[in-house]
Every structure is written in structure tokens, then in C-alpha cells.
């Protein structure tokens, strides 16, 4: 084999060495535990891929002893017993690579096991124990946390308060007499069995010049409601006053509904320190690559730490309610949709729904002052119409008496039916005109030529009705005029110009006596309307009149 590839070789199998084992790199991490409590080791975050294995000694060949378990990666004491002292490896192995760790565990007798951790703290200042038991917080069961300050319980009292989230302590500022050790204890039930778990930490005071920390200020999140989509990306910043200069004991951190963010692998997030007018404000980034429903409506904290004080910002993840959109929108599309249907609908039942309101009024309305009107109608027809028996006379005598007289007790006055010979015919016409509440003028659709010599024979009645009532119609609105046409289209140009403007104004009726000729269905339906519209245009027949025709 060449020289380059005795090297490469030779490189490949230290870098796979070096992959397969690093148990020697880095000391044990040393735990001290009390018999008879509760304890869990975590060894490295697992994923789907990876897997972990527990065993015992140094070199990690022995079994586990009686009491301890494998659960979910996690190695239980089930309690701890004195005969647990000693070492334990984990070994994580996944596709590419294996890593061991070796952790050292020291039992001890009593409630209170030696301290984990020492810490220093300058007189006067006012620091927080936390109570770092992770392990137990990430199990989310109910819990209860004492401490005790040299294995002697502790209560608490204005100067000590409890932060619940991390069950930290906070202490009143230090003198001599808060040294000593201090155990964190944590009541919890598992499986129906009773366990009690301990952390404790040395507190030593030392002397030294005050120092002097700013006063912290969350300026967010504070309560905020932050609406976000399941599945999708979302990011929280936590805004902080932090003075007037880059302090590095100050630290930031996020924890969800209780615990760290250092739980969810996915979960990232960063801070720094940034100036503005002179100002310097941390600001932590928390991103959540995807929203899951475990991270809804549960607080999510940012901690601001300092060697003085902590402060909190809190925010709550809420899912994008959608339906209010929705509703919206299916308004916006709804409503002009059920206007034009609205419409619609009024204007093919307009007649229907006037006739139904005019008959209710009627029945519950308060009986009307008699104003001196015998008819409800005077019908106007050019006697030449009358005397030749055409449809004009026919609809004129027969078809409209028998639709508005007969079966809804209309009171018409008929020119050539009502009137008498020899009466004066001007004297007749006005006091017929005037004692009516409609003028109702049926027009012939006579050819031209034919309408013309019918105008002029008919010259003086019709100039005289104008004359009295269309003049009154005009400008005082009484009587009200109807004109109906017979038969086809009129020509309005051989007619006065009163009638040509009321024609313009608001139309005319049309009947027509070859309705027969269309099929029952279209014959029905357009003498109804035809009759509904006439209807609508006459006054309301009064009640008592209904009553005698029924």
C-alpha cells in the first residue's frame, strides 16, 4: 500500500476512535443523592434514530442494580439505596456515530444530601436559588416544593418568596447569617406511591463594596396575546431595560408553561444587547420552527437575570379563530345576494304584499271620517265606444263592474251606464267627477283614422272631462287618475296633451280581451296581475263593504 494511503487509513481509523468513544473526554458529572428519595439521570436528548443504554461502572460493563430502571432514556432510582452508590455510563448509538457519558452518584443518609454546587454571593446583595431539578419539572405531574435551609425546614416570610414556575427561592439581601446549605425538596406522586426528591447548594457570603446593578424592565412581552397558526412558524421577542452599559452577569432564557426551552430540541433561541439613545436593552429571540398545540394558551416566559434580581415577561400562544372571518366574509357574499333576492321578490310580489297590508289596515284601523266621496271610481269611456258595443264596451260594462263591483264591493260610476237621458251632461259629469276618489279613462287602440273621427264625435265630453277632472287630478292629486288601455297601444298624439303627460308620468294599464287566446297558465297569470295592479291603484274598499260581500 502507498504511503498516502497508509495515512489516510490510519486517519480513518482514529477519526472512527474517536466517533465510537468519548467517555474519556471531560470528568464525571458527580451527583449527591439521599437514600430512600427519588432520582432521575438524563443522559443525552434522544431522537427517533438514536438509542440509549444504561449500565453500571466505570468501564460500563456491569448490569443495573435492583431499584433502578431504564424509562423513556431516562435512568430511575425507584428510591435511591445505599448500595446504588457508585458509577454510570450512558452510551447514545445512532446511524453515524456512539458517544458515552459517565455520571458519578453518591449516596448519603438523611433529608438533605451533601451540595451539588457552591455559590458565592456579596454581602448585600439579594440572589435566587433555583431549584435545579429539570428532570422532575419535565414530568409535569403536581407537585410541592420545600426547602430547607441546614436540614431544618424553612419558613417562609416576607424576605423569601417562592417563584413557581422553577420553585426558586428568592432570599433577603445576604449577611452572615444566610450562609450554609440550603435543599431544595419536591413532593411528587408517581404510579400511586409517594416520592420526595432533594437538590441542595452551598451559600457562602463573602465581603467586598457593593455592587451596583440596574434596575431591570420587561417592556415585553407583558401579557401579550400572540394569534398564530398550528403547524406554522411563529417568533416571540422579549424586550429589556438593562441600564446604561453591557452587563455580562445579566442573563435571558425562555421557559414554556414551566420548563425550559432546552426540552423541545426544535426550540431556539438567542439574545444580545442593543443600544438605542443611550440606552442598552437585551433582546431574546424564541423561535418556534412549528406551533404545536402543547404550546397554546400556556404561559410562556422570558426571564431577565440578574445578580440582584429577576424579572418576567409572559406571553400566551393563541390559535387564529377563523370563523368570525369567515362569517364576515360569507356576509359580505350573502348580503347583496338576499338583496337582490329581496328585490326580487318585492317586485313580483309588490301587488300581493300592498293588497295584504291595505286588508289588515283595514280590519284594525280606526273607522275614517266620511269625506264626502260616494264612488270609488268614475269610468270614463267615449260614448261612440259605448253605443258600438266593441271590447272597449264590453270590458267598460261588463268585465270591469263584475271584477271590482262584484266580487270586491267597489262603487263605481259608469258614463253611459249610470247617467240618465236628458240630464244635463255637464252638470252630470261634475258632480259625478267629484264625488269619485279614482278617474279611471279607458282608451280604445283604434287605428288612427278611427280614433280621430271617435275624438271629434266625442269632443265636447272628452274636452270637459279633462276640463274638471283631469285639471283637478293634476293639481290637486284628486281624483287620482287610472288610464287603461284596450286592446293594444294607443295612439297618445290624437289625445290631449293632460293625457299624454300622465301617460309619460305613470304608465297605463293594459288589458287585452285575446287573453283567451294564450294558454291557461299565461291567461291566469296576466288577468291576475292586471287586476292586482288596478286594485292597488283604487282606494281601500272599507271593511264593512267586505263584510256585506262575503
Known sequence: MAAGGWVCFLTGLLSLACAVDHQHQGEADTYHVSAGHLFLLRCHPADAHSQIMWSRGDSGNESLPTGVEVRDGLLWFRPVQMTHNGSYVCEKRDNTRSSKRIFRVLVSRGDCPDPNENITVTKGLQPGLECKQAEIFRLNLARKIRWMKDCHLMEMDKGSTYLKEQGSLRLPPVTEREEGKYTCLIDITIDGRNYTTARSIQLTAKSGPPEVFPELHVVSPQKDVVIVQVGKRAELQCLAYAGFSEDPEIFMFWTINGTETSD???LTHSWKFIHDKGQVYGQSILSIPVVRREFLNVPINCHILSPAEE???????????????YTNVALWLIAPITCLLLTALF?????????????????????QVPDGKHYDAYVSVSQSAMLSLDGVACFALQILPQELEQKYGYYLYIRGRDDFPGEAVHDVITAAVHQCQRLII??????KSKETVQFREDQNQLLYEQKVGLHDALMQNDPKVILVEVDGPVDYSQLPESLRYIKRKQGALEWKNSFAETNKLTQLYLKRN???????QMPAVPARRLQSIT
Open 264 to 266: 423541545h430540541m426544535e
Open 311 to 325: 424579572k418576567l415577561g409572559e406571553a400566551r400562544l393563541q390559535e387564529a379563530d377563523y370563523s368570525t372571518f
Open 347 to 367: 317586485f313580483i310580489c309588490q301587488f300581493d304584499l300592498i293588497l295584504a297590508y291595505r286588508k289588515l289596515n283595514t280590519h284594525f284601523s280606526k273607522p
Open 442 to 447: 279607458i282608451l280604445s287602440s283604434c287605428g
Open 530 to 536: 292586471f287586476w292586482k295592479n288596478l286594485r292597488c
